[in-house]
């Protein structure tokens, strides 16, 4: 595989993955009207992971649909603070502020990109994530007094380097393997290339 | 908080009341109107305002019956007739 | 009924629409906010048969329609209990009845959903039950409430060809899939049947006088059923009531009478799933509660 596409895939698959989790959310968040933002952010990850997908399908000649779901977890290269499920809100914020730190950055060093197509799509997306940092710092500057916030961000801070640095990934937590197995539950209830 | 949205739905249309969000500050307020009322491009502008902000005018004093300012105030169709027939008569006159 | 009473009831038979902070007769006022509040709680309860599903969707469109979908009934349920609250009831205490029992939700709520195929089923035909209700709001004589009705009503148009989507690529499909759509289906006829209400006369249903909605249970029945069962026929799928079919002659369509009783004893929290759902609510509520706290101590 080339390095293009592994590039795409780690990154493509953080988003797929942090948008499955974030998307955990839809209907039980704390209020109703941070229920429908949230949303929008997870959804946002997962169109986001499309494009990436998309990109590195070409190259692969497949789909993003099969780079998606039909991997097995092993060659998956997502970052493992993604992976986690966290259904305290203190977490789910606690990463959301991390990634989008690092995320921030690492759009930054793509946009920078000789490859045309990379930079392009990570403006792309870039414009999109100036939206995800505000939120993330509006849920910061609000939460950063409380002790189970803070003590979440300490937590959790180990695991942010690997999202900025893949040769960090080493391995998958077994949470991800769930995931994959929920993800991917009805897909596999039909044969390989049956249309949903 | 609460926040009374306004949506402009193309350019050039006035603004109009779509509804209101509970926020706690103005960054979750903006945060959270632009997605109800725009994640699906609906909408061209929003205006959020805090409620309190708002002063409400529903009292309206006309007292004495400022007819000055309505359009049965100029009774024309009487006067008009007779201006009318004044004048087709005078022609009729002049003839 | 005094004097002004009766102005009020002529003035909204008469099309005349009020607001937030206008007069209303004290009966006027407890129906409506009793009927918007239960609406705002199906929407808010409506999500979570669906949102299992979300983390099952077999491709990323497919997801990504289904989340905007269950967002989009999370960004009603936010419309619906801001009505109620302009009309004196915090959203807090709704959230509370809700979860206590003390208030009720829509009937198709309480059931489970067992596949993708009930995914299909119910944004195709559920939503398109609750689109025919939703359009008799449209010109409700409480503003507020008609106002929110518009964009509810634009939003789950785009639910309904969701659903449609589904279904179609499904009946397009495997035999299997197909088989999906059909059981899926003759589960929820049941419920989909029992969804407008019992039957009663437009002009005896306190709704429809004070013109809070504008058209009657069975009426709305006969829409949904003059819509959909043709929809439903032409894909080759079969409805499980052998009596079901159109008199030519007078239009109505006949069907083997819903189970009323079934319906009162899942309203009034005997489903086969309400109690999970519930339990789940209260669950999601207690363990964010610290969250909501700190935002309002900060709020001052």
Not at chain 1, 93 to 105: F, G, S
Not at chain 1, 148 to 176: I, K, M, N, Y
Not at chain 2, 18 to 24: H, N, Y
Not at chain 3, 41 to 70: C, D, H, Y
Request: net charge negative; glycine share 6%.
């Amino acid at each position: 595989m080339s390095g293009r596409a592994e590039l795409l895939l780690a990154i493509a698959d953080d988003e797929l993955i942090l948008g499955w989790r974030d998307s955990e959310w839809t209907g039980i968040a704390p209020f109703l009207e941070e229920d429908v933002a949230f949303s929008s952010i997870a959804q946002n990850e997962v169109g986001h992971a499309r494009a990436l997908y998309e990109l590195a399908a070409r190259d692969l000649g497949t789909t993003a649909d099969e780079l998606a779901f039909d991997r097995r977890p092993e060659e998956y290269r997502c970052a493992q603070l993604v992976e986690l499920r966290l259904p305290g809100w203190e977490h789910t914020i606690a990463r959301h502020v991390l990634y989008e730190q690092a995320d921030a950055e690492r759009l930054e060093r793509l946009r920078a990109s000789d490859d045309a197509e990379i930079a392009g799509l990570a403006a792309k997306i870039d414009r999109e994530e100036v939206y995800h940092r505000l939120h993330a710092e509006m849920w910061l500057e609000r939460l950063k007094g409380e002790p189970r916030f803070t003590a979440a961000l300490d937590e959790l801070r180990p695991l942010a380097e690997a999202v900025l640095d893949p040769s960090l990934r080493d391995g998958h937590t077994p949470e991800l393997a769930e995931l994959l197995e929920e993800m991917t539950s009805v897909r596999r209830s039909q044969p390989a290339g049956t249309t949903w | 908080m609460i926040y009374e949205v306004f949506r402009q739905e193309r350019k050039g249309q006035a603004f109009q009341h779509a509804g209101s969000i509970e926020a706690p500050d103005e960054h979750f307020a903006q945060w959270y109107a632009r997605e109800q009322y725009g994640r699906r491009g609906e909408s061209e502008a929003l205006w959020v305002v805090e409620r309190g902000a708002i002063l409400r005018i529903d009292d309206f004093v006309d007292e004495l019956n400022r007819n000055y300012h309505r359009v049965d105030g100029y009774p024309l169709k009487e006067k008009l007739k007779e201006a009318r027939e004044r004048a087709s008569r005078a022609a009729a006159g002049d003839r | 009924m005094t004097q002004r009473e009766q102005e009020f009831l002529e003035y909204v038979q008469g099309g005349g629409q009020v607001e937030a902070g206008d007069w209303m007769p004290d009966q006027y006022r407890a129906r409506l906010r009793k009927f918007i509040e239960m609406h705002g709680n199906s929407e808010l309860m409506g999500v979570l048969p669906e949102r299992e599903w979300i983390l099952r969707a077999p491709t990323l469109q497919r997801k990504l329609a289904l989340t905007a979908k269950v967002q989009d009934e999370v960004g009603h349920a936010q419309l619906i209990y801001r009505v109620v609250e302009d009309l004196g009831k915090p959203r807090e205490q709704c959230l509370e009845d809700l979860i206590s029992g003390k208030s009720k939700f829509h009937n198709v709520f309480h059931y489970p959903t067992k596949t993708w195929g009930d995914v299909g089923v119910i944004a195709w035909l559920v939503d398109a039950a609750a689109i025919i209700s939703q359009k008799a709001l449209l010109k409700c004589s409480y503003a507020p409430y008609a106002r929110i009705m518009k964009k509810i009503c634009w939003e789950e148009s785009f639910h309904i060809l969701h659903g449609r989507d589904v279904v179609l690529t499904l009946m397009n499909g495997t035999d299997d899939q197909r088989e999906l759509v059909q059981e899926a289906l003759n589960r929820w006829w049941g419920p989909l049947m029992q969804f407008h209400g019992n039957p009663i006369a437009a002009d005896e249903d306190p709704m429809v006088i004070w013109r809070i909605k504008s058209q009657g249970n069975d009426e709305a029945r006969q829409q949904f059923l003059d819509g959909y069962v043709p929809q439903i026929w032409e894909l080759g799928l079969t409805v499980p009531d052998p009596k079901l079919g159109k008199d030519e002659e007078s239009g109505r369509w006949h069907y083997t009478e819903p189970d009323w009783d079934e319906l009162m004893q899942v309203v009034t929290g005997h489903g086969p799933r309400t109690q999970d759902r519930l339990d789940l609510r209260r669950a999601a509520r207690e363990n964010s509660a610290w969250v909501r706290s700190v935002l309002l101590a900060e709020a001052a």
